[in-house]
């Protein structure tokens, strides 16, 4: 690693654990005597040239990073436009890397942030400047290729797994009555690590979920209903789990609402819902349908130890590696074993994770369609294990921490970013 500071940012949508990658960087740079910067909302702050000096933050405060959900520094969705579209924004960042003597740059995402990372990596050569660049793994989609899981990933699948058998307990108490249909919705746009995730809420024949609809699959509205019609007659009730990202025959999202996000995916509204008017058109039923949202990738009040470690891990190796001298890579988790679960840390390149997705295996969605198999169990089970309960204040609610993140001044013009 060349001499200088190191520039962190988040990017995307934020998870429970993503803050821990943020303190593994901090606490590691601060051993090696190295200076951090943060981006103030991501790339956007790089581009801005709002930048956030770290080492005013307390140790302390850091420390309380890990157990603090949401993205400390701010995040945000934008992506870079290729080298040709927008040589400015490019010219831009390495003049902002220069002013500042930046020359690392870890960007903590997904798969566009990857591509980021990668891209700016190449730019630096090409301007003949000076900087390493280092993906780092975080995405509760757990769609990133190579690394066998995503930090983020492992506290929404616990937390979906435990609301989908709590509010299924729920529906039993009352399914003489009243509800017979529970219709829950969780994140996954192309991928369904997260719906399949639910599946570890039943353990024996009967258990809820009873149906899982999953993006790899096309969604056929009448073997769902039969599905649907036949759990209710011999169990009493159906939890249904939908992920955001199912699609009907035309390849058209049963939640798509028209618009777009920042990265030009279609923005989704809610396939729940329109799963629940199904279910009373043709079948009936009562029902209720719910929608986490935020909710299942906040809840930092039931992550995953497993999770929180490898969070942590991979900020600290990215530092690491950067020290080392390595550019273009991304640190990736290898599991080494299944029982007892092990794991490691190993550099992955990025253009051999930039733009590529992992959906789940045929061999983990069960031949009807609805489940999850013993493969996906044996996966699925040991990321979701541990507590690490944040600590609680005297008004019995979590105790998480606010950094002052105080301003770098400024050394360049003002720059129009998009």
């Given at each position: 690693?060349?001499?200088?500071?190191?520039?962190?940012?988040?990017?995307?949508g934020?998870?429970?654990?993503?803050n821990?990658?943020?303190?593994?960087?901090?606490?590691?740079?601060?051993?090696?005597?190295?200076?951090?910067?943060?981006?103030?909302?991501?790339?956007?702050?790089?581009?801005?040239?709002?930048?956030?000096?770290?080492?005013?933050?307390?140790?302390?405060?850091?420390?309380?990073?890990?157990?603090?959900?949401?993205?400390?520094?701010?995040?945000?969705?934008?992506?870079?436009?290729?080298?040709?579209?927008?040589?400015?924004?490019?010219?831009?960042?390495?003049?902002?890397?220069?002013a500042?003597?930046?020359?690392?740059?870890?960007?903590?995402?997904?798969?566009?942030?990857?591509?980021?990372?990668?891209?700016?990596?190449?730019?630096?050569?090409?301007?003949?400047?000076?900087?390493?660049?280092?993906?780092?793994?975080?995405?509760?989609?757990?769609?990133?290729?190579?690394?066998?899981?995503?930090?983020?990933?492992?506290?929404?699948?616990?937390?979906?797994?435990?609301?989908?058998?709590?509010?299924?307990?729920?529906?039993?108490?009352?399914?003489?009555?009243?509800?017979?249909?529970?219709?829950?919705?969780?994140?996954?746009?192309?991928?369904?690590?997260?719906?399949?995730?639910?599946?570890?809420?039943?353990?024996?024949?009967?258990?809820?979920?009873?149906?899982?609809?999953?993006?790899?699959?096309?969604?056929?509205?009448?073997?769902?209903?039969?599905?649907?019609?036949?759990?209710?007659?011999?169990?009493?009730?159906?939890?249904?789990?939908?992920?955001?990202?199912v699609?009907?025959?035309?390849?058209?999202?049963?939640?798509?609402?028209?618009?777009?996000?920042?990265?030009?995916?279609?923005?989704?509204?809610?396939?729940?819902?329109?799963?629940?008017?199904?279910?009373?058109?043709?079948?009936?039923?009562k029902?209720?349908?719910?929608?986490?949202?935020?909710?299942?990738?906040?809840?930092?009040?039931?992550?995953?130890?497993?999770?929180?470690d490898?969070a942590?891990?991979?900020?600290?190796?990215?530092?690491?590696?950067?020290?080392?001298?390595?550019?273009?890579?991304?640190?990736?988790?290898?599991?080494?074993?299944?029982?007892?679960?092990?794991?490691?840390?190993?550099?992955?390149?990025?253009?051999?994770?930039?733009?590529?997705?992992?959906?789940?295996?045929?061999?983990?969605?069960?031949?009807?369609?609805?489940?999850?198999?013993?493969?996906?169990?044996?996966?699925?089970?040991?990321?979701?294990?541990?507590?690490?309960?944040?600590?609680?204040?005297?008004?019995?609610?979590?105790?998480?921490v606010?950094?002052?993140?105080?301003?770098?001044?400024?050394?360049?013009?003002?720059?129009?970013?998009?």
């Amino acid at each position: 690693m060349a001499a200088g500071k190191l520039l962190y940012a988040q990017s995307g949508g934020v998870s429970a654990v993503i803050n821990a990658t943020a303190a593994g960087v901090i606490e590691t740079a601060r051993d090696k005597g190295i200076v951090v910067y943060a981006a103030r909302n991501g790339i956007l702050g790089a581009l801005r040239e709002e930048l956030i000096d770290t080492s005013r933050e307390a140790k302390a405060n850091i420390a309380a990073l890990k157990h603090t959900p949401g993205g400390a520094f701010g995040s945000c969705r934008y992506k870079l436009k290729s080298l040709e579209e927008n040589r400015a924004e490019y010219e831009r960042l390495i003049e902002v890397f220069r002013a500042h003597d930046i020359r690392t740059f870890l960007y903590n995402g997904g798969n566009d942030s990857a591509d980021t990372a990668n891209k700016v990596s190449k730019i630096g050569q090409a301007l003949g400047y000076d900087i390493n660049c280092i993906g780092v793994p975080k995405t509760i989609d757990n769609d990133l290729v190579v690394t066998d899981t995503c930090p983020g990933f492992g506290s929404v699948a616990k937390y979906t797994a435990i609301a989908v058998r709590e509010a299924s307990l729920d529906v039993v108490s009352m399914m003489d009555t009243s509800t017979k249909v529970f219709i829950i919705e969780v994140m996954g746009r192309h991928a369904g690590w997260i719906a399949a995730a639910a599946g570890l809420a039943g353990s024996a024949p009967g258990d809820a979920p009873h149906v899982i609809l999953f993006p790899e699959n096309v969604f056929n509205p009448e073997t769902f209903l039969a599905k649907v019609k036949a759990t209710v007659e011999k169990v009493g009730y159906c939890t249904v789990v939908v992920s955001e990202g199912v699609k009907d025959a035309d390849g058209k999202f049963l939640a798509e609402s028209g618009g777009k996000d920042a990265f030009g995916h279609a923005q989704l509204g809610g396939a729940a819902p329109v799963l629940a008017a199904l279910v009373r058109e043709k079948l009936g039923y009562k029902f209720h349908w719910a929608l986490p949202d935020y909710l299942q990738r906040s809840a930092r009040h039931v992550a995953s130890k497993t999770d929180l470690d490898q969070a942590y891990a991979v900020g600290k190796k990215a530092v690491e590696y950067a020290a080392e001298g390595l550019n273009a890579v991304m640190p990736v988790i290898v599991r080494t074993s299944d029982e007892p679960y092990k794991w490691k840390i190993e550099a992955a390149p990025l253009d051999k994770i930039a733009n590529h997705e992992k959906k789940m295996p045929k061999n983990f969605i069960s031949k009807d369609g609805f489940g999850i198999t013993a493969a996906a169990r044996r996966y699925l089970a040991p990321l979701i294990q541990g507590e690490a309960p944040p600590p609680y204040g005297p008004d019995g609610l979590p105790v998480y921490v606010t950094l002052k993140n105080a301003s770098v001044p400024k050394k360049l013009k003002k720059f129009a970013v998009g």
